[in-house]
Each structure stands twice: as C-alpha cells, then as structure tokens.
C-alpha cells in the first residue's frame, strides 16, 4: 500500500488528493522560510538548554512544599534564556492561559492604577478578570480601573488617542499579539516593538505586558526582545509543543517575575514552592518540540488559506500575507458548511475519529457553537482543532496540528466533507 492508497481508506476521494498536491507543491516555498524559522528557534531552544546544563536529574519531580525542585528552576532559567528575559515563573500550578494573564495583572497592578489596553478590547476570558464585565474577584473589585483604545478602522495604531489616555495613574499595558478570534491582524512583533517604544517614550516607568498565546515561536524574535516586560502564554498552545499536560509561563524582568509569584503561590513564598509532581520531564521535551510543531500548525493554516481563497471563501489572514500567529479563519457562509468543516476535521483526529461533533449552546455564547477536536491533552489548541458559533457570517476558526501531516489530512478531510454533502 502506498501514501495515496491510505489516503484513499483514510476517506479522500482522487479530486481532493490531487488539490492537495496541486496546493503543497505551489507552496513548497513558503515552507521552506518556515522551515527556516524553526530551525533557529529550535537552535535557540538547545542552547538554552545546553546553558542550563539540563541533564537527567533535570527530570526528577517534586512533593509536598517542591522546596529545592532543581529540575523546577532549571526549566524556569531555560525559559528565561529562549525569552531573553532576567527571570521566568513556568508551572503546573498555573492552570491556563487566561489563569498567566491573570496572575501577571494582579500581580503587578495595586489600588488606584489603572491598565490600559491600547489595542482594543481583549481576548474574551479577560473581561472577567479586568472587570469589563461584572465578576467576583476582578480587577475592578480591587480598585483597579481600564481603559481601552481601540484600534483604528484600518488596523494601524491610534496613537493620538493612546497618548490622551496615559496618565498619571496608568501602571500597566496590555498588548495581545494574536488576534484571538476577533478580525483585526494579528500584530507582529515589530510592530509591538514599536508601540512599545511609543509608550515608554511617553510614560518609561509603564510595564507593558503581552498575551504572547498562539505566536510563541513563529517568528525569530519574541515581544520580549522589543521592550516587553512580561510575555505570558499557555502551555496547551505553541510552547507545550503537545506534550505537556498543563500549565502556563509568564518570563520577564526579575522584579515583575518575584511579584507574579508571591501572587501565584504567596507573599514570603515565592517561586521558592510548587511540587512539580513528574511533569518537569514533559516542559522541557514539550519546549524542545515546539518549533517544529509549531511549523507543522502554521503549513496547515496557510494551506487551508490558499485552497479556500481558491474555492471562494474569505480567509484571514489570506494565503500569501505573512503569519504572526497559527489562527486561520474561513467565512464559511452558511450553516451547512460549517459543520461539514468541523466534521471533517473530526474525522481526521487521531483520537475520538468516530465522533461526530454537533452545534450545542456554550456559555458566553449567544448561539450554539460547533467545535472539532480529537486531542491528545483536553482543550490543547496546538492540536488539530476547529470551531465557530452558527451564526452569520458562519466563520469556521481552526488551529494546530501536532504534525503538518495531520494539518493536511484534516484539513483535506474537511474538504472531502463539502464536495460529499456538495456544497461546493
Ligand atoms: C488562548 C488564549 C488566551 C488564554 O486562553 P486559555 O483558554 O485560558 O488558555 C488568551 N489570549 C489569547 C489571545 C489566546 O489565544
């Protein structure tokens, strides 16, 4: 049996193989310069680990009080030297993303400052926590208050309105690097570098914090390396590389650092607790991993870009535009072929293959949602994942894939699935 006979079993028909060749060979180059992208951050990553000197004792976990954990702050010196940054908190105990941000914003916030988002409104999970909306333990709760300035129509920064809104009690910015699941570009990281200096320029004493979620690793250079205090992401995303089970990190200053973890664990505490509990092991391989992965998850997503531009569809970012995240958005336009989608995706999954997903009411959400998943960790979006609300315009979002060859079959698989049901 041969690679196109498998395919064949696995579900695609000759048509589809064969749009798929057209497309992975048209784009050979474009994965090259991604190719060449992960080569240097997974250089980058060995001799961070080669610094540390990383060895087998790095592995062992932690109990109880995790007091000592070597393993624990060789991880944390690892993260702190791939980020270029004078210290680093990575955890367990820091159970999502959205969990990071949060203990960065606590953490580096007191009563009476006031956060500013200059580009716009947050990733959703973030307005509970900031109190945008009403929530028991927010930000707001605690006498810490926000301000917004959004971005302008064409997506550039309003400056102006970013230097009216600085004032004497703005303490901390937050910048988010991915467009999350909102339709503005996701920024890059030259383009973070130079809000940052805009601001500092104006206020030096601000702390500028960045939801680096879904960007970690696909460029050569990180927020971190253009001005950024604190860079905070999960480890069910890009830096996990797929392995790691749970946890989040936030690198940065030592001062901004020391406060994150006397909020995380206590004060007087500090990073010096946290039983690491054996999964020291699976940080490190996941960190190695990760630039390749994370290749794997942007191939995907530009290859689905390029196909659905061609069949039609409004995509973004489109095929050729450059990536600063492993988001990928398709306007589907219609109820049916966002299901389609989601059930070929399902079906391609390495886990739960025989599922098939249906559109069920989520909290937060107006109206059902469908979502695609057969993953190895719960929730992991560095997986081969998608969802979307069934609702106008019936945008499907999807990301990962721990490997291209799974980006590619899924996203073929979903392709499969609209010509059968022909709604192509
Ligand atoms: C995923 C994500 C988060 C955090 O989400 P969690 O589900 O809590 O891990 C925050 N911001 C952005 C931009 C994200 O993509």
Redesign the pocket.
């Known amino acids: 049996m041969n690679t196109h006979d498998i395919y064949r079993e696995l579900g695609l028909s000759e048509k589809v193989i064969e749009l798929g060749e057209k497309y992975e060979n048209e784009l050979r180059q474009r994965f090259e310069e991604i190719d060449r992208v992960a080569e240097y951050n997974q250089l980058k990553i060995i001799k961070a680990m080669q610094k540390a000197r990383v060895s087998e004792a790095s592995f062992n976990g932690s109990t109880g009080y995790g007091y000592n954990d070597e393993g624990r702050e060789s991880l944390e010196e690892v993260y702190a030297s791939v980020f270029h940054t004078e210290s680093a908190l990575v955890r367990p105990q820091i159970t999502?993303?959205?969990?990071a941000?949060a203990v960065a914003l606590a953490a580096n916030l007191r009563p009476g400052d006031e956060l500013l988002s200059p580009v716009g409104k947050?990733?959703d999970?973030?307005e509970n926590v900031i109190g945008i909306v009403p929530a028991t333990g927010s930000l707001k709760e605690y006498g810490v208050t926000y301000s917004q300035v959004d971005l302008k129509s064409d997506g550039s920064f309003d400056f102006d309105g970013i230097r009216a809104a600085i004032n004497e009690k703005t303490r901390l910015v937050t910048i988010?690097?991915?467009k999350?699941y909102q339709t503005r570009p996701t920024l890059s990281v030259k383009r973070i570098g130079e809000l940052i200096s805009f601001i500092k320029g104006i206020k030096p004493d601000i702390t500028v914090m960045v939801?680096n979620?879904?960007g970690e690793f696909v460029e050569t250079v990180e927020p971190s390396d253009v001005g950024a205090d604190m860079v905070v992401g999960?480890l069910?995303?890009n830096p996990g590389g797929g392995l790691v089970a749970t946890g989040?990190y936030i690198a940065g200053t030592r001062d901004c650092i020391e406060k994150c973890a006397y909020r995380l664990t206590c004060p007087g505490l500090g990073k010096e607790v946290g039983a690491t509990l054996g999964v020291t092991r699976s940080m490190f391989q996941g960190l190695f991993l990760a630039p390749v992965v994370t290749a794997g998850a942007l191939k995907g997503a530009i290859f689905a870009a390029r196909i659905y531009e061609d069949l039609g569809f409004e995509v973004v970012p489109n095929g050729t535009e450059s990536r600063h995240d492993i988001?990928q958005a398709v306007t589907l336009r219609s109820p049916e072929r966002l299901i389609a989608f989601c059930k070929g995706i399902q079906a391609a999954a390495p886990v739960d293959s025989y599922v098939t997903p249906e559109p069920w009411a989520m909290p937060g959400y107006n109206c059902d949602v469908i979502m695609a998943a057969g993953a190895f960790v719960q929730?992991s979006?560095i997986e081969l994942s998608a969802d979307g609300p069934l609702e106008e315009p019936y945008a499907v979002y999807f990301q990962g894939g721990l490997t291209w060859y799974h980006a590619k079959l899924g996203i073929l698989r979903s392709l499969e699935e609209l010509y059968a049901r022909k709604l192509l």
């Open positions: 999502c993303g959205t969990h941000l947050p990733y999970t973030l988010q690097r991915s999350g939801d979620c879904y999960s069910i995303k989040g988001i929730g979006s």
